[in-house]
């Protein structure tokens, strides 16, 4: 297996997704939406067998209908499976159902989770709690009996959308940050526990900011607040991309690839190696995102925009 830093110029250099994908059994959490949506449309072109997973059933039948309409798959190529994370009592359940409709999963895609935008000192811990549930412990929940099923075949792949943040730290998103890297080292640590299964592979995925819909149902300083405005996302990478090298990485079994434009990628690379300086910057750049939360664009606007 091999391990790189991915930046979003350099995909051209590895085997191309639709060879290693095309007929196997992908089953993707928070195949709603965003990524996770793009991710399903992008691998029914490829040919792959979908189970699609989500709490909303209803868009999850959006979702197969227009993968049906854009690839040569048929109905019984696409499983839709409502699952909610934080119900770690029906994981077992869920994988079964995978299991006994397709015969096998060869990649589970860890997408399901949501975002952060409040300040520490503004929210309430239960939060703190809820973004643990979903994001980490209902991710590893659903891992764990996946990968009961790889280890019976020797074989499989195990990919987590992470993020940047699970690299570094930012204002706004101390939860969300905490949960990612508790992924980073949770996932970090299982690769090392698979060394008898050469061929089942752990993939962390960490994506700077993309254009999806994450920013629409984050988190905020309470669970029933929701964020009044998530401002313009022109700026970031288009969901597309993300997902097409998110393909790559799988395909060609990356330990990890960070997957942003810069600044942001450029920032991942000080924190790894120049971490004094990253620390240096991140404090002008947390300043700049907290003025944007502030006055009501989005946090991560451009970082060079002078303020008005």
Known sequence: ?????????????????????????????????????????????????????????DELERVKKKCLQISNLTEKDILVLRLDLTDRSSHEAATNSVIKHFGKIDVLVNNGGR?????????????????????????ISLTKHVLKHMIE???????????????????????YCASKHALQGFFNSLRTELTDYPEISIINICPGPVQSKIIQNVFTENLAKSLENSGDQSHKMPTNRCVRLTLVSTANDLKEAWIS????????????????????????????????????????????????
């Open 1 to 57: 297996m091999r391990s790189a830093w991915m930046s979003c110029r350099n995909a051209i250099q590895f085997l191309p997704s639709e060879t290693e994908l095309r007929g196997k059994v992908v089953w993707v959490t928070g195949a709603s939406s965003g990524i996770g949506e793009e991710l399903a449309y992008q691998l029914s072109k490829i040919g792959a067998f979908l189970a699609i997973s989500a709490r909303r059933e």
């Open 115 to 139: 975002s952060q935008r409040s300040l520490f000192m503004d929210t309430n811990l239960d939060v703190y709690s809820a973004i643990m549930e979903l994001n980490y412990l209902g991710t």
């Open 153 to 175: 075949r020797k074989r499989g792949k195990i990919v987590t959308v992470s993020s940047v943040m699970g690299i570094m730290g930012a204002p706004l998103a101390s939860g």
């Open 261 to 308: 434009d810069h600044p942001y990628l450029a920032v991942c690379y000080l924190w790894q190696y120049a971490p004094t300086w990253a620390w240096w910057l991140m404090n002008r750049m947390g300043k700049r995102r907290i003025q944007n939360f502030k006055s009501g664009v989005d946090a991560d606007a451009s970082y060079s925009r002078k303020t008005k």
